[in-house]
């Protein structure tokens, strides 16, 4: 179904076995997309993270494309150059995933050449970042590569591929697919699942997509083609081994210290050494996972930061710099991304006062904007969308009435004194108040939301009751207009000798007329 609040995407639901669209993305290619992850879920419903997660998405291109060849969809098109150069306007899509979607200017992910739409070929050019649940849409390249390669062939690193056909290699990633593949499935997994499903089905007949038999067979030679692609793209490569430092999540402390997670990629030992100020502290590192994955490649190590003093710090506003290391001797740090890296420091901030906020109560249908009035609010950098949990290190105007209504959003710093807040729709009394990482920052105030108000006074000329009055007073001149103006024509009238004859005797005379014009 259409769905105009998902914009811009497009997802399968498996609580509900629905699908949902963008308007105007529900395309053949895209929805086919969207079957392959309900697939997906009736079989071996796949944890939706790192290279599984990876493996979903590219198993849903491949399912999109395979059927947009199969029955002549929006993705059939005749074979490309083998050199598998991007296609430009008026090239054949064939592989191409949105290739109708202007949405996405007609290309969302290209399987023959991923790096035509920014994504990696091989496994060891993967995006390590936590974000986007540690890469499944921008990781799923080099498997979707290998199926495009195994079917029409191509040139890729310099060598050459001679493909076996689409059904032979449809068959092949079904069967896997269907018999072998695991939740937590990982590149390597798939690489020994992929050959093993290969060597399964050498010799047998195959069904084509009317399920009728058909001539091809898959030859031990084809399982070579596959195991020499499988290779070439990586898919047996250990992942994201360089030793990378992602931040520390959150970067703002409360002047009594607090609990920091440092993020990184490739941990190289089972404990992790992080220097600030006059402390080194130790920590165990285990698995970053957000939906329980059994495996990956980045790694969370939550370390027990004091207060500024006993650190060796004297100010609780100043930024506190910190390295990270692999041993206590700090000689193995990781790496900084220049991209996806946060600043190695952190700030402690002091509690800050709210004395009021204005106003102090507005419509019930929310929407406008309320000032926090107090003392020693800070400016706090993000990031805004997390990687872990609530740790957004970004203000958020709380607003609580019980525990089964609440409303919370980003607030806006204005200045040390002002903090401003966007109300939300809602009745009775409620406290408002700001939040950090979802921790309070200071004691709420009240506000009172009241019935009937969108100019944020409340009382009972707001803007809908004016439009409404207004309304009134214009149906009222209308109808005095109009008596005035009939009162004013009937005394013309009789000023003049005319009489008003009824409608019966004007129909009456109309005929005597008549009658003397003919006679």
């Known amino acids: 179904m259409d769905d105009e609040s998902i914009c811009p995407n497009a997802f399968f639901d498996p609580s509900v076995n629905m699908t949902y669209f963008c308007t105007n993305l529900s395309r053949y290619d895209v929805a086919t997309h969207e079957l392959g992850h309900a697939l997906t879920s009736s079989l071996d419903n796949g944890l939706y993270e790192y290279a599984s997660g990876a493996l979903q998405e590219s198993w849903s291109d491949i399912i999109a494309e395979t059927f947009s060849q199969f029955w002549n969809g929006s993705g059939y098109y005749p074979p490309r150059n083998s050199n598998r150069s991007c296609v430009s306007s008026g090239d054949s899509k064939r592989w191409i995933v949105g290739d109708d979607c202007e949405l996405f200017d007609n290309s969302l992910r290209d399987l023959y050449n991923p790096q035509c739409t920014g994504l990696p070929s091989t496994v060891s050019e993967m995006q390590c970042y936590p974000y986007d649940l540690n890469g499944v849409h921008t990781n799923c390249g080099p498997p979707s590569l290998a199926y495009a390669l195994l079917a029409d062939g191509g040139v890729f690193h310099g060598v050459s591929f001679t493909g076996i056909g689409l059904l032979k290699a449809w068959h092949i990633f079904f069967y896997a697919k269907y018999y072998y593949q695991l939740p937590s499935e990982t590149f390597s997994d798939y690489a020994t699942h992929l050959a093993q ?4 089905i050498i010799g047998h007949p195959l069904k084509d997509q009317y399920g009728a038999t058909a001539a091809d067979i898959v030859s031990s030679t084809d399982c070579s083609t596959l195991s020499a692609l499988l290779d070439a793209v990586g898919l047996d490569d250990q992942p994201c081994t360089t030793y990378t430092l992602w931040g520390a999540y959150p970067s703002y402390l409360p002047t009594t210290g607090s609990i920091v997670n440092i993020l990184t990629a490739g941990c190289p030992t089972a404990t992790e050494y992080l220097k600030i100020g006059t402390k080194t502290l130790d920590a165990q590192e285990y698995l970053f996972s957000q939906l329980g994955s059994t495996s990956g490649w980045n790694c969370l190590a939550e370390f027990n930061v004091p207060s500024y003093d ?4 004297s100010s609780p506003s100043s930024n506190v710099s910190f390295t990270v290391s692999a041993d206590q001797a700090q000689t193995t740090k990781p790496v900084l991304d220049a991209t996806y890296s946060l600043p190695q420091r952190i700030v402690y901030f002091s509690t800050p006062v709210i004395s009021s906020v204005s106003p102090s109560s507005g419509d019930e249908n929310g929407g406008y904007s309320v000032t926090l009035v107090g003392t020693g609010f800070q400016k706090f950098a993000g990031p805004c969308s997390p990687y872990i949990g609530t740790s957004y290190d970004c203000l958020i105007c709380f607003w609580y009435k019980d525990l089964t209504h609440y409303y919370a959003d980003f607030g806006t710093y204005v200045d040390s004194k002002h903090i401003s807040c966007v109300a939300p729709a809602a009745k009775g009394t409620w406290q408002v108040s700001v939040t950090l990482n979802a921790q309070d920052l200071a004691y709420p105030t009240t506000f009172q939301f009241v019935a009937a108000s969108s100019d944020g006074t409340g009382g009972w000329f707001t803007t809908k009751h004016v439009i409404w009055l207004c309304s009134c007073v214009a149906v009222l ?17 009789k000023k003049r000798g005319f009489t008003l004859v009824p409608s019966s005797q004007w129909q009456s005379l109309q005929m005597s007329s008549a009658t003397a014009a003919t006679s």
């Open 197 to 200: 499903a290969c060597r399964d």
């Open 310 to 313: 006993r650190i060796g710090t």
């Open 477 to 493: 001149v209308v109808i005095v207009v109009a008596v005035v103006l009939s009162y004013v024509i009937y005394t013309t009238c």
